[in-house]
């Protein structure tokens, strides 16, 4: 750069204040050298590099304001200072984001979905409708998601490699749902999530079950059946990655570990605000099934979505589905809905209980509760959501699920020590693999469904009524009695005491109950019936 003393009146003006004469600024745009000094745009400030620089009216532009900036404001700006504009760019205007001149074309893959479903709102859009996360800290701020959260936007600008740019240039990592503006994975855009719903009333053991389930299911599918269990997004589950920490990998195996009971508010709710209306949703967890060699030959190398959520109990009580708090609008999306029931939660079954178990659970005046109407709110949700008149039955199945086996097994005649897994030998006879044992879990509900017809009927006519296909299982999600820790007077368990039981049984029975699962079920001649409608 051969600057003299003509650079002194110049306009051109970098970042750092210094002045690059005419012929100068000439031939570095003419050469669109890497290496030239940046310069700022006159209309909105941003730092922009000479290969993307314009000249107009006496200031520089970037490409965003060289495409869309008013002719009367290029004329305003050039007439202010040129070093005050440097010090002190002027506010983001958000229109620019609408009107973003592409820079290249960006083709969506082959394989996209038609449709997306948010897994946070349950709006349904075409991909093509997503909406990107800016990167750039001043862009700092989004009308719906929050003034914590960067601005999102319509994209039309993207890079050689097909990623969206922002107002600010930088490559952006994250899309996000046009109506809620919350972050969805990439995943979602390819592969529709199968939704599964679990319910339940406050402390039946929702959470419990849930970080007991999802810790399992990676070792199980690993080992058995050559199928890998992972986080979609780990930052979608890291509230439940949290759960399985602390019930499996605490610091201490010997201090008593526990749950914190899910609040209707937290960390695993989100809140945006449409219009003058604040709207509380919750947190979908987001897992791959990755189906390996050695599974369903037809499946290998494919990948499943499965999406599940952690409500609080009290979301699901009579009353609490609202415009502001539509938390529970994935029951009429789900593929298959389980309803945690407590049976230290009956009061004809408590008394029971207190008989066979002296665990601290039974101890005192807790409170209990009709879980049936939990169920009963639940199934009227989804008939208004989707449609279903108050005669006809759910087509969906239902896995009622009983919860604290460990304490009420001896007085159903059950036992929840094995698990319903047999090893088999492979159709060709060449070697042996693991297989769900169907006819026991089916030999199990029947056992269950008199259990609950003789000590809680209602809970049997509620499902009953409602659902064409019902099944009961036994889960032990801690596998033995906790104890109560002298400081806080909290309930708890020492880590390494903590054995699951059946809590992976709903999810292998659904996944070997249809043909499409990769799961495989124990060869036996009669098959359970209904189940494989719906799933």
Known sequence: MRCGADAAGSTHVTVDGARVCNPC??????????????????????????????????????????????????????????????????????????????LSEFVWPKHMLREVTCPHCWHTFPPQEILHVSQHADLLGDPIAGDHEQLRFKASRFDRRGSALDLRDLRCSHMACPHCHLIVPRSLLQMEPMILSIIGAPASGKSHFLAAMTWEMRRILAERFSIAFNDADPDFNRALNEYEEMLFLPPDQNSLVTIRKTELEGELYRQITIGQQTVTLPRPFLFTMRYGEQADPSLAGRVRLLCMYDNAGEHFQPGMDTTAAPGTQHLARSRVLMFVFDPTQHPRLREQCRQVSDDPQLQGTLPTSRQETILLEAVARIRRHIGIDSHSKHDKPLLVLLSKADIWGKLAGIDVNEEPLVWQKTPAGDRTSSAVDLQRIKHTSAKLRQFLLTHAPNVITAAEDSFRHVIYMPISSLGAAPGIDAATGMLGIPSKDVKPKWVTAPLLFIFSSVKTGG????????????????V
């Open 519 to 534: 799961i495989p079920a124990a060869q036996v001649t009669a098959q359970p019936e209904g189940i494989s409608r719906g």
């Open 25 to 102: 600024f000439d031939e570095m745009l003419e050469a669109a050298d890497p290496e030239a000094p940046v310069f700022r745009c006159g209309v909105c400030g941003a730092p922009t590099s000479i290969e993307r620089i314009d000249y107009m009216g006496g200031i520089h532009l970037c490409p965003v304001c060289a495409g869309t900036a008013d002719p009367s404001e290029v004329a305003e700006a050039s007439n202010g200072s040129a070093s005050a504009r440097a010090s002190t760019p002027p506010s983001l205007d958000v229109k620019h984001l609408e009107h973003l001149p592409p």
